[in-house]
């Protein structure tokens, strides 16, 4: 054991390395000096075990490694081939070109932000949005925070903080990422009275529930998951009538902040914003990164008078949008003003691929990757906690990686490990691919790295 302790080199030695030294003209003496210590540690640890000594060479490029990749900048582009379009842990919706121009034009230089340059005064930078947001959805007013979970605390704390909020008792829900329902109203100081049961809640309910102390009546789209069978709620306009007779302001999340029909691209309805907005909803919350398509937002539209007791709550400054996220949805809103949605939007591009497009991506695929591929007919779906239970017809390239090490699991995760990453699914046993989800930049590196993780290259 002495011995394999003595064939580990000296830290000096280590940092002599030709692939140590270089890394050392780009990255801090200091870190790769740190990483040079941690990894002989390990090693003496591994040996201590009775592991045999790593060779100098396997030394120094695991410190090479580490410290590229350590200073890599994140997150790190991946390609989304699971065809699950709205993907969360991906980072949800990719931006229009337009949207990413303006991104980078608000970036790089300064910007009117808050300046009225007509006036030469200090402007709001809501306004130009706010405008948007009015025009397409028929609202009175908007306002446009950091995300959809800020939206609808900021919304219940500026409205209801020590009131009653009357809520369906299948409604109080969780939408994943720690956001649920009754704790959000607990965190805005407001009480939660459930109403109804888990299938079937009425109007009756809601109104039985009203005491001089109801703050609002707060509807939530069940945007995850689908109760199907003996099941009733009442229609927001019923509910916006029981809130204009008692004087309650009726709130609605919406989650997904749907501008376009779902129903034109074969699929179930999605409430939409304007619809809401014309049913009689006095506060409607959506996110801008789910099928609206656009960055991370929390949007509010509705009535003047609460927009504005929203706007002067002090959560709105902590909550507030920052002038990136502002440029990128002002921009994917103008695609919808426009009516070029379905043509610029990423995530409606791929909404409204064809199934024969589709076949042509995955058959030019399957046959430049070769053999153990074959193209064959599979489903999509939207994803973001969207329309669930809602697939889209698609075509897959699907790889039977039978024979290869880790079988599909292995072959997945040496996807995952590339450069860029690929993120498959496995269906009966076979890594599959949707051309759906992949941006066509992307097709160049993945076909290539399909045909080297099989071992083509
Ligand atoms: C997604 C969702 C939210 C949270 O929106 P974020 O923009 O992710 O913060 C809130 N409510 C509902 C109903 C949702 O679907």
């Given amino acids: 054991m002495t011995t394999e302790f003595r064939a580990l080199?000296?830290?000096?030695?280590?940092?002599?390395?030709?692939?140590?030294?270089?890394?050392?003209?780009?990255?801090?003496?200091?870190?790769?000096?740190?990483?040079?210590?941690?990894?002989?540690?390990?090693?003496?640890?591994?040996v201590a075990q009775g592991e045999s000594a790593p060779s100098l060479e396997a030394l120094a490029e695991g410190v090479a490694h580490e410290v590229a990749s350590l200073w890599q900048p994140g997150p790190r582009p991946v390609i989304n081939a699971t065809g699950v379009i709205l993907h969360t842990n991906l980072g949800r919706a990719p931006l229009s070109e337009e949207?990413?121009?303006?991104?980078?034009?608000?970036?790089?230089?300064?910007?009117?932000?808050?300046?009225d340059v007509e006036e030469g005064e200090r402007g709001s930078r809501q306004q130009h949005v706010g405008h948007l947001l009015a025009q397409l959805t028929g609202a009175e007013a908007a306002l446009v925070v950091n995300n959809n979970a800020a939206a609808v605390a900021l919304g219940l704390a500026a409205l209801a903080r020590s009131k009653e909020v009357i809520v369906s008792r299948g409604e109080a829900v969780e939408i994943g990422g720690g956001f649920r329902?009754?704790?959000?109203?607990?965190?805005?100081?407001?009480?939660?009275?459930?109403?109804?049961?888990?299938?079937r809640t009425y109007?009756?309910?809601?109104?039985?529930?009203?005491?001089?102390?109801?703050?609002?009546i707060l509807k939530v789209h069940t945007s995850n998951f689908r109760i199907v069978g003996f099941v009733h709620e009442p229609t927001l306009q019923?509910?916006?009538?029981?809130?204009?007779?008692?004087?309650?302001?009726?709130?609605?999340?919406?989650?997904?902040?749907?501008l376009l029909e779902t129903e034109h691209f074969?699929?179930?309805?999605?409430?939409?914003?304007?619809?809401?907005?014309?049913a009689g909803a006095d506060l409607v919350f959506f996110s801008g990164d789910k099928l609206l398509g656009g960055p991370q937002a929390g949007i509010v539209v509705g009535k003047q008078a609460l927009v504005a007791q929203l706007s002067k709550h002090p959560l709105a400054r902590a909550l507030r949008?920052?002038?990136?996220?502002?440029?990128?949805?002002?921009?994917?809103?103008?695609?919808?003003?426009?009516?070029?949605?379905?043509r610029k939007v990423p995530v409606w591009q791929?909404?409204?691929?064809?199934?024969?497009?589709?076949?042509?991506?995955?058959?030019?695929?399957?046959?430049?990757?070769?053999?153990?591929?074959?193209?064959?007919?599979?489903?999509?779906?939207?994803?973001?906690?969207?329309?669930?239970?809602?697939?889209?017809?698609?075509?897959?390239?699907?790889?039977?990686?039978?024979?290869?090490?880790?079988?599909?699991?292995?072959?997945?995760?040496?996807?995952?490990?590339g450069n860029p990453p690929i993120i498959t699914r496995i269906v009966d046993e076979r890594v599959v691919v949707d051309p759906r989800t992949v941006l066509p930049h992307e097709e160049p590196s993945l076909v290539q790295a399909l045909r080297a993780a099989l071992g083509q290259l």
């Fill in 9 to 46: 080199p000296s830290v000096d030695r280590l940092l002599a390395h030709p692939l140590v030294q270089r890394i050392a003209e780009t990255y801090q003496r200091e870190a790769v000096l740190a990483a040079v210590r941690r990894h002989l540690e390990r090693a003496r640890e591994g």
């Fill in 99 to 115: 949207a990413l121009s303006a991104v980078a034009e608000a970036a790089r230089g300064y910007s009117n932000l808050e300046l």
């Fill in 181 to 199: 329902i009754p704790d959000v109203l607990h965190q805005s100081g407001a009480a939660l009275v459930d109403v109804g049961t888990t299938n």
């Fill in 203 to 216: 109007v009756q309910d809601y109104q039985r529930a009203i005491t001089p102390n109801a703050g609002a």
């Fill in 238 to 258: 019923e509910l916006a009538a029981l809130g204009r007779e008692h004087s309650i302001p009726v709130l609605y999340d919406l989650g997904s902040g749907c």
């Fill in 266 to 278: 074969g699929l179930a309805h999605e409430p939409t914003p304007q619809e809401s907005i014309r």
């Fill in 321 to 342: 949008i920052d002038k990136l996220d502002l440029a990128a949805l002002s921009a994917t809103l103008l695609h919808y003003l426009k009516g070029e949605a379905t």
């Fill in 350 to 417: 791929m909404v409204s691929k064809s199934p024969r497009e589709l076949e042509a991506k995955a058959q030019s695929w399957a046959a430049l990757v070769g053999q153990q591929t074959e193209a064959i007919q599979g489903h999509s779906t939207v994803g973001g906690g969207s329309l669930p239970g809602e697939t889209l017809p698609t075509w897959l390239v699907a790889i039977n990686a039978q024979g290869l090490p880790g079988a599909a699991q292995g072959l997945a995760r040496r996807l995952r490990q």
